[in-house]
């Protein structure tokens, strides 16, 4: 596994061969990270079920100014600090279960969320997606992408919205923006 873009473009990461961890796949990171361009520059972000931190390492590589990845796992967390000292990066990293390890974060809102939970989530992308919004954390402008299994169906909270969706076989990658 590597970094597809910007500035550590080629760098490898660690990866691990354990069953809670299921990165993005390079395909889906692409897409993923074409579509939205230069959006990443400057923004906040916020990577849930951070898995590898692949995804939020990958905004940092394009010039995203700040990140903040939260993981359930401790193997992942470990994994997470690994690749942040690989990529010579920093980042803010809370270990804790979602949707309650949101409360460790006081007032701040994001530009970029992502939320790529284990498939077969889709309550659980309903609670955190509610505690998003209910919480103000997504930016005026942001937008939450939520990787997820293609057969997944979760409600949307009111005030947010889907703005883009695109399939790749098994994958739906969902992207939501205020109303």
């Known amino acids: 596994m590597h970094i597809i873009g910007g500035k550590l473009k080629r760098k490898k ?4 061969k354990c069953d809670s961890i299921r990165p993005a796949m390079a395909l889906v990171r692409k897409s993923i990270f074409d579509t939205l361009q230069n959006f990443v520059e ?8 951070a898995g590898s931190g692949v995804l939020g390492i990958e905004s940092l590589s394009r010039n995203a100014k700040k990140l903040t990845l939260i993981d359930s796992d401790r193997g992942s967390i470990r994994l997470i600090r690994k690749n942040l000292e690989l990529c010579n990066v920093t980042a803010k990293l ?11 974060l006081k007032d701040e809102k994001f530009d970029l969320i992502f939320l790529d939970p284990p498939y077969g989530k ?11 919004y209910i919480k103000g954390m997504l930016a005026k402008d942001g937008l939450i992408l939520i990787e997820s299994e293609l057969k997944s169906n979760y409600k949307v909270p009111e005030g947010l919205v889907i703005y883009k969706e695109k399939k790749f076989g098994n994958t739906k990658v969902t992207m939501l923006c205020n109303a």
Do not use: M
């Not at 400057?42 to 079920?49: P, R, S, T, Y």
């Not at 809370?94 to 460790?104: D, E, R, T």
């Not at 659980?124 to 998003?132: M, P």
């Open 94 to 104: 809370i270990h804790g279960q979602l949707p309650k390890a949101l409360n460790k």
């Open 13 to 16: 990461l660690a990866n691990c």
């Open 42 to 49: 400057n923004a906040n972000v916020l990577d849930l079920c």
């Open 122 to 132: 889709s309550p659980f992308i309903e609670e955190t997606l509610e505690k998003l």
